[in-house]
């Protein structure tokens, strides 16, 4: 089945300094991907989802780069700020014709300092 | 997400029964019960589609799942163990081929003394 490595697990970043946040996946079937933050105590927020072969998509104060060909999936989080401070999971999903759920990298714990 | 409700959000419990509900307002056809320990990822633990069980990951027969309708799901826990102790997340999907879409709600937390 479908494994995804993320890394770094702890991040410590400067307010106003990017951070990069790095997923491989092994399945060349995957096809969908997601970026979730979840913040202590709280649940699953939707960052962004991707699904073309190379693309870039920015957000509020994030982009994500999805790269097929080396099956990276990789999250900026450009100018960081305190609110960004969370735990950063990446998800992917294959393209079936039935429901099957999601892996899930083993977390980014990100902290925002001043 | 108020469309998806779960219930109770929070429960400590020595070891006993207990079961957990969610309900979703969504029009989906496939819930899904997840288990997030600390410091952990979400994990999948059941997968229903139409009411038919299609996944069931490797989890102990202490947790009993049940679809008694496609828009809601039952997670009954029997003499429950502190190893249990983590948020369980229910989620649910669209109809049609898979897009990973994935709705959450709130959790439950459960404590186990």
């Known amino acids: 089945g479908e494994q995804v490595e993320q890394r770094p697990p702890h991040l410590s970043v400067r307010e106003g300094d990017s951070a990069v946040i790095i997923c491989t996946y092994t399945d060349p079937n995957s096809y969908y991907f997601f970026w979730y933050k979840q913040e202590p105590g709280a649940g699953l927020q939707l960052l962004m989802k991707?699904?073309?072969?190379?693309e870039i998509n920015e957000g509020q104060g994030f982009t994500v780069l999805l790269n097929k060909k080396d099956k990276q999936l990789s999250l900026n989080l450009t100018a960081a700020h305190p609110g960004d401070s969370a735990v950063y999971f990446c998800?992917?999903?294959?393209?079936?014709?039935?429901?099957?759920?999601?892996?899930f990298g083993l977390g980014t714990r990100v902290s925002v300092f001043p | 997400n108020t469309k998806i409700t779960q219930s109770p959000r929070y429960l400590i419990l020595g070891r006993a029964n207990k079961s957990l509900e969610c309900e979703q307002h969504l029009g989906h056809n496939a819930m899904y019960w997840y288990k997030q320990s600390a410091e952990k990822p979400p994990e999948l633990m059941f997968l229903?589609?139409?009411?038919?069980?299609?996944r069931n990951e490797t989890v102990p027969s202490r947790f009993i799942p049940e679809c008694p309708d496609s828009s809601k799901l039952l997670l009954h826990i029997s003499a429950v163990d502190p190893e249990d102790s983590a948020v369980y997340f229910c989620?649910?999907?669209?109809?049609?081929?898979?897009?990973?879409?994935?709705?959450f709600g709130e959790g439950s937390k459960l404590t186990v003394l």
């Open positions: 991707v699904f073309s072969s190379t």
């Open positions: 989620a649910s999907s669209p109809p049609g081929h898979n897009t990973g879409q994935l709705y």
């Open positions: 998800a992917v999903s294959e393209r079936n014709n039935y429901a099957q759920g999601l892996t």
């Open positions: 229903y589609n139409l009411k038919q069980l299609i």
